[in-house]
């Protein structure tokens, strides 16, 4: 009877592991659907029955879970900039507090559905915010140690703005005629930016001269107080002067064979003072001011001129080294923040929770830093998303063979039972 009481428990074992194999399907066909899911499985192994053939002991089986987190999704395209997937065994650091000075608790995602809340700040839909490491304009980390996680912060557009940067050169280049006679005048036009990010419009005025293949040059502005000379009107000053030789080059700028003298403005607007390094082509250059052909010949193109006007923050993009970049309305673009990726020693031991983020564990090892494409983190595909790595046909293949083992089981138990209860009643 002993034995007919263990065979009984190999069958009762049998099914807690069909039906640990059962939970693992169950949870992978509800979360088939869910972005980054990784799938599960039970694997069954015997249970030692004896030393010997001769002390056989029917023991059963065990049930060993496994969660394939670092199995690695496809790809699918998004068409929020900001979504990213990962192809590689990195991980994005989460935080369910967007407070950097009262954070929550940190976990570990690959649940890339980032984008901006009403704070600007960036978090997935299950309410998790991305950490990142800000970056000055070149792209070098401000935190001084990018190991540390403690030094991450939660990547926030709020506060961001295109700060104006006021113009420093001009680079003028035109064709006047090689047969103007005597104050012959032509007119061109320059958008400056004042340290304010203020536009103003700023006139080039050409004169001719009495002398042959010479102009004067001046500067008028309605928005300028006063104008440095030599572009001036106001005497003593009486403007620059340019020559030019037999093949309409500049030969001469302000009488010497070097570059033009800088133009000096005083804003109207209360910025700072504005000095424009004026380039109109060097000595015996094409690619300047010329003076060829006839009265016919007059082209005007607008110089071109650095700076730029303050601009409203519009959207951030990422790329493919995990940098943030900030576009605003006035087309300038600057990155703000990098992200870093982590990864572990034993992905497979960390632990689970709601949300598909993950948390450390005694098994897992640290997490350990770095950025896109470094080592086995992985590259950053941004407007995209990361798919389950479940098979649902596969899923229901393997209930249906379950579903055997399950039936089988309890045949055998319903058996033994039968056994039993013949041997009571032999011996009863």
């Not at 470094?374 to 063979?401: C, H, K, M, P, Y």
Request: hydrophobic share 35%; charged share 15%.
């Amino acid at each position: 009877m002993a034995g007919l009481n263990s065979g009984m428990n190999a069958c009762v074992s049998g099914l807690k592991g069909v039906s640990q194999r059962v939970n693992c399907h169950s949870q992978n066909l509800a979360s088939a659907g869910a972005y980054a899911a990784k799938s599960r499985a039970a694997f069954l192994s015997v249970v030692n029955t004896g030393k010997s053939l001769d002390t056989f002991v029917p023991a059963g089986i065990s049930a060993t879970n496994q969660h394939f987190i670092t199995t690695v999704g496809s790809p699918v395209a998004s068409n929020v900039p900001t979504h990213m997937a990962l192809d590689g065994q990195g991980f994005f650091i989460v935080n369910n507090k967007a407070d950097d000075a009262n954070p929550g608790q940190t976990a570990f995602s690959r649940v890339g559905t980032f984008a901006e809340d009403d704070n600007g700040d960036f978090c997935n839909h299950v309410g998790e915010f991305l950490k990142v490491f800000y970056v000055n304009p070149d792209g070098t980390p401000i935190a001084p140690n990018t190991s540390d996680i403690n030094s991450l912060q939660t990547a926030s557009s709020a506060g961001l703005s295109g700060n104006p940067v006021a113009s420093t050169s001009a680079d003028i280049k035109g064709v006047l005629s090689a047969t103007a006679v005597l104050n012959d005048a032509k007119q061109m036009t320059m958008s400056l930016y004042d340290s304010l990010g203020i536009q103003h419009n700023v006139n080039i005025n050409f004169t001719k001269t009495a002398n042959p293949r010479e102009w004067n040059v001046t500067v008028t502005s309605p928005d300028a107080t006063t104008i440095g000379a030599p572009y001036s009107t106001v005497a003593p000053s009486t403007g620059m002067l340019i020559e030019f030789d037999t093949n309409g080059n500049p030969a001469l700028i302000n009488g010497a064979a070097g570059p033009a003298p800088a133009l000096a403005l005083t804003w109207t607007s209360g910025a700072a003072n504005s000095t424009i390094a004026m380039n109109f082509g060097a000595i015996g250059s094409t690619t300047g001011m010329r003076a060829v052909g006839d009265n016919k010949s007059y082209d005007f193109p607008p110089p071109i001129v650095d700076g730029r006007g303050a601009g409203k923050y519009q959207q951030t993009t990422i790329d493919k080294e995990g940098y943030m970049w900030a576009t605003y309305d006035n087309g300038f673009t600057q990155r703000y923040a990098r992200i870093p990726l982590a990864t572990f020693p034993d992905a497979t031991k960390l632990s689970e929770k709601t949300g598909g983020s993950f948390l450390i564990s005694p098994d897992s090892g640290p997490a350990q830093l770095s950025f896109a494409n470094e080592g086995r983190a992985g590259g950053i595909l941004s407007a995209n998303l990361e798919e389950s790595t479940i098979d649902t046909a596969e899923v229901f293949t393997d209930l249906i063979v379950d579903q055997q083992r399950y039936t089988s089981n309890l045949r055998g138990i319903s058996t033994i039972e039968e056994m039993l209860k013949s041997l009571e009643r032999a011996f009863g």
